[in-house]
């Protein structure tokens, strides 16, 4: 069973959010999104795992299925061949991060035999090439040996589907059958998923999604490169840098949505920072900057994954409001803060002075 949790997809965050990932890799358009919503129709969901591997905050998960927990199996394991028949959901749910990651720490082959007579492959196989491609790019900066490719089509006999593993002769079994059916029926009647208040309050909550702490530990153990070279950012899906030009006036909301706190502020809201490892590219600083002050810079440098640094992307003198002593970004004229002079003109305009 697909499942979201509201607190971290950005549509929740802004209905100016242009995110739609899920709904672009999904072969059997099982999940729709709408502004400010996701719905998700569990009867046409085969469980290929696309949506998980590609939504940038990891809002997105499947019953049973724990993607973190079987890159520490697999690496556990001898075998370095992964395969949709044999121990892994379509390869699509395999995102950039974990194939850098993975990488780094062993050899990795892809099994893509099975992918030519698969009914989903017309969404799944491009993404898993795109996939694949940008971890070899990255791997390559880095100076690292890539993932690999081949036709193997592994199977491992009578595999049994991932909902068959429960247990149904314990009582606990049977409770978590029971649980998970009903969970089911009620996704059904309404493929809509709510934000509610307790969602609403866990967004403020900034996270930073499992397959990014992987990468970070990966990284730490890895040698450096000989010299850090530049990627262009064009070419990478799941990290940027950033740059903001003089048409910014400070209005905040981009690092106050920031799901990753990647744009972030000091306590007078003097400075605009950013740390690139933290960005997830999920594009909703863009999205959401009326004033399109958000720029994506062309390249991006590899000593941010070795030697990561918070910058300033902006500076802005600050005074108090001369009125409700509040700070404000000050750009000369009247000593009052955007809502006191709202209000004055209002006030203005309702006595007849304007």
């Known amino acids: 069973m697909i499942k979201l949790n509201p607190s971290r997809c950005v549509r929740y965050f802004s209905k100016f959010s242009e995110c739609d990932r899920c709904e672009s890799i999904c072969p059997t358009e099982a999940v729709a999104v709408q502004s400010g919503a996701v719905s998700f129709y569990q009867d046409r969901c085969v469980e290929c795992g696309g949506c998980v591997g590609v939504c940038p905050t990891e809002a997105i998960e499947l019953s049973g299925f724990d993607p973190l927990e079987f890159i520490f199996s697999f690496l556990k394991e001898e075998k370095e061949t992964i395969s949709c028949k044999d121990n892994f959901l379509c390869l699509a749910g395999l995102n950039v991060e974990y194939l850098v990651a993975l990488r780094v ?5 892809l099994d893509v035999g099975h992918c030519a007579e698969c009914d989903i492959a017309h969404r799944c196989l491009p993404q898993i090439e795109s996939n694949v491609a940008e971890a070899n790019y990255i791997l390559e ?29 314990t009582l606990k079994g049977a409770a978590r059958i029971k649980g998970e059916f009903e969970e089911e029926i009620k996704s059904l009647e309404d493929p809509t998923i709510a934000l509610d208040a307790a969602a609403a309050q866990a ?83 863009h999205d959401v900057c009326e004033k399109d002050s958000i720029k994506l810079s062309k390249y991006f440098d590899t000593k941010e994954f070795f030697e990561p640094k918070q910058k300033i992307l902006a500076q802005f003198k600050v005074i108090r409001c001369e009125d409700c002593g509040a700070w404000f970004s000050y750009f000369g004229g009247e000593r009052l803060c955007p809502r006191c002079a709202a209000e004055e003109d209002a006030a203005r305009e309702l006595w007849g002075l304007k």
């Open 141 to 169: 900066a880095m100076e690292q040996e890539g993932v690999e490719v081949a036709k193997l089509s592994l199977s491992q006999e009578e595999m049994p589907k991932r909902r068959d593993f429960f247990n149904i002769f």
């Open 105 to 109: 720490a062993k050899r990795v082959v």
């Open 203 to 285: 967004i403020r909550n900034k996270e930073i999604p499992n397959k990014r702490k992987f990468l970070f530990t990966i990284l730490k153990k890895m040698d450096r490169p000989e010299a850090y070279r530049y990627l262009e950012n064009e070419h990478l899906s799941f990290t940027s840098d950033k740059e903001i030009d003089d048409s910014c006036d400070n209005c905040s909301i981009c690092y106050r949505i920031c799901p990753t706190e990647a744009l972030s502020s000091d306590q007078k809201q003097s400075k605009i920072y950013f740390d690139p490892l933290l960005c997830v590219r999920c594009h909703l600083c």
